[in-house]
């Protein structure tokens, strides 16, 4: 299991000043939140961290960009993906606090403020890892993905920059905020075309908009299909076992719909071919199952993913 250094260990001391502190006779929850710090912006989203002056922890808090405030497709998704962090409750998803709105009246939630490394960041020196370590890591997201599947869920951006690994080596999945959930009405159906985001990854041409980022998306994804499936976040798994296994991404190519028409077509080289490194053949297999066109040719379920990870 990868762990990494603790960061802010003089955060973590705890005072009797700061627990026994009384809490104002009226709470305001306009003043809850304050000294706010941007750690991260996202393609519509601003994350910050911010001191809950109620529980006196840091905390992370997410909301809207300026130019993106008033869109009301913008303002439903926020909303969509707090309620779905918060309904998910498992140990590879990060815990949410609140939801609220601030003093102007927008949208924004509360989340477990984690520090430590992506999946992505660990790829960029992935010689520093063995396949053991990295594995484990998989074994934890397939959990994540399994619960949200039973659920009801499929997360729709499985990529390692949506993979956290935390100071004691836990594995969190982020980013619910593509997350596909049905309406209990089937006719009630909401016109996917109209929600796409455009997110083509480091160094590409967007041409068009997609939902996910190109080089992890499923064939049934690219082509907007209604019907998606936990299948589709198999695929983006087997495209990340893919690339931990051999250092690339099962397509490459500068344009957007080079690859588009690679994914849709295209058979990846089997990883065994594409690098002198030792690769046990289950999980070479595994990762061509995941990376099937045909949804129907994939790994049943996360739990079947699973118990081939344990055979390996």
């Not at 996202?42 to 002056?53: A, E, Q, T, V, Y």
């Not at 992506?118 to 993905?145: F, N, P, S, W």
């Not at 956290?164 to 997350?179: C, F, Q, S, T």
């Not at 053949?281 to 040719?297: G, H």
């Amino acid at each position: 299991m990868l762990v990494f250094p603790q960061q802010n260990v003089e955060e973590s001391r705890i005072y009797a000043e700061e627990t026994d502190l009384p809490l104002p006779e009226t709470l305001n929850p306009k003043t809850r939140y304050a000294f706010f710090s941007t750690i991260a912006k996202g393609g519509k989203s601003l994350i910050k961290s911010c001191r809950d002056m109620h529980l006196r922890r840091t905390v992370c808090y997410k909301t809207l960009r300026p130019e993106f405030i008033g869109d009301p497709i913008e303002t439903r998704r926020l909303l969509r993906e707090a309620r779905i962090s918060a309904m998910l409750q498992h140990p590879n998803t990060i815990p949410t606090y609140e939801i609220g709105r601030d003093k102007r009246g927008n949208y924004y939630f509360t989340m477990k403020l984690v520090h430590g490394y992506t999946l992505r960041e660990v790829l960029d020196y992935r010689e520093r890892y063995d396949l053991t370590q990295l594995m484990d890591l998989m074994v934890q997201v397939t959990r994540a993905l399994g619960y949200a599947h039973s659920r009801g869920v499929v997360h729709r951006d499985i990529k390692p920059e949506n993979i956290l690994i935390g100071p004691y080596g836990e594995v969190l999945v982020l980013d619910w905020g593509l997350a596909k959930v049905w309406h209990e009405d089937i006719s009630e159906e909401e016109d996917e075309s109209k929600i796409n985001e455009a997110d083509t990854g480091k160094g590409m041409t967007g041409e068009g908009k997609l939902q996910g980022t190109v080089m992890y998306m499923s064939p049934e994804q690219i082509d907007r299909d209604p019907g998606i499936t936990g299948q589709s976040d198999l695929y983006s798994l087997g495209a990340i076992l893919y690339e931990i296994l051999t250092g690339v991404t099962p397509f490459q190519g500068d344009l957007v719909q080079q690859l588009l028409t690679q994914i849709r077509t295209e058979v990846p080289v089997d990883p065994r071919n594409v690098t002198n490194a030792h690769i046990p053949s289950v999980l070479a297999e595994l990762t061509m199952n995941c990376l099937k066109k045909d949804p129907r040719d994939r790994p049943l379920s996360a739990d079947e993913v699973l118990r081939t990870f344990r055979e390996a």
